[in-house]
């Protein structure tokens, strides 16, 4: 019975990160979309274009394509080339996809740990960005590895949802 709280735990953490990003991410589009809105109007009709438009537009860009990783993992909709595991017989395309996923985790908190280390020195120095914003680059370098922080959470609960798939399939040989 433990393994199986321990198990819904792990889905329970990797859909509430999903949840989070999500709702962060559409936050971030809605402002991008709102600080765009506002520069036209200002361009066109004021003849007065916000200043910060391009760097709050940009930052917030990169920020969604971080918090979108783990909402597009949970949903299953990343990119994914079946060439060579179509041919294959099932117990081996869903040993391979465990090996992927595995690789990819690995690769996460990799990205994850230097984004933080970036993000970190960045704190430590007291960096300015040289753009009319003249923010701490650590804030908007935060989203980076919250983002992939967030998309391993989630790559964790699908290697543990589909470890429990092989294992009661008995196809680990």
């Known amino acids: 019975m433990k393994g199986s709280k321990l198990s819904r735990y792990f889905?329970?953490?990797?859909?509430?990160?999903?949840?989070?990003?999500?709702?962060?991410?559409?936050?971030?589009?809605?402002?991008?979309?709102?600080?765009?809105?506002?520069?036209?109007?200002?361009?066109?009709?004021?003849?007065?274009?916000?200043?910060?438009?391009?760097?709050?537009?940009?930052?917030?860009?990169?920020?969604?394509?971080?918090?979108?990783?783990?909402?597009?993992?949970?949903?299953?909709?990343?990119?994914?080339?079946?060439?060579?595991?179509?041919?294959?017989?099932?117990?081996?395309?869903?040993?391979?996809?465990v090996a992927v996923l595995i690789v990819t985790l690995v690769f996460a908190i990799w990205l994850t740990w230097i984004l933080f280390g970036v993000t970190k020195l960045n704190y430590l120095l007291n960096t300015v960005s040289q753009d009319p914003l003249h923010i701490q680059v650590w804030i908007p370098y935060s989203v980076g590895p919250l983002g992939t922080g967030m998309f391993a959470i989630v790559l964790l609960t699908r290697v543990i949802q589909k470890f429990k798939v092989l294992v009661k399939s008995k196809d680990i040989k």
């Not at 859909?15 to 991410?25: I, N, P, Q």
């Not at 910060?52 to 909709?77: M, N, P, Q, R, W």
């Open 11 to 97: 889905d329970w953490l990797g859909k509430y990160c999903a949840l989070v990003s999500a709702v962060v991410a559409g936050a971030m589009l809605s402002f991008m979309a709102l600080v765009i809105t506002v520069e036209v109007i200002g361009r066109g009709i004021f003849s007065n274009p916000i200043r910060i438009a391009d760097a709050s537009a940009g930052y917030t860009l990169v920020g969604l394509a971080f918090l979108g990783l783990a909402v597009t993992e949970l949903a299953g909709k990343h990119v994914v080339v079946g060439i060579l595991t179509t041919r294959l017989p099932s117990a081996k395309r869903e040993q391979l996809e």
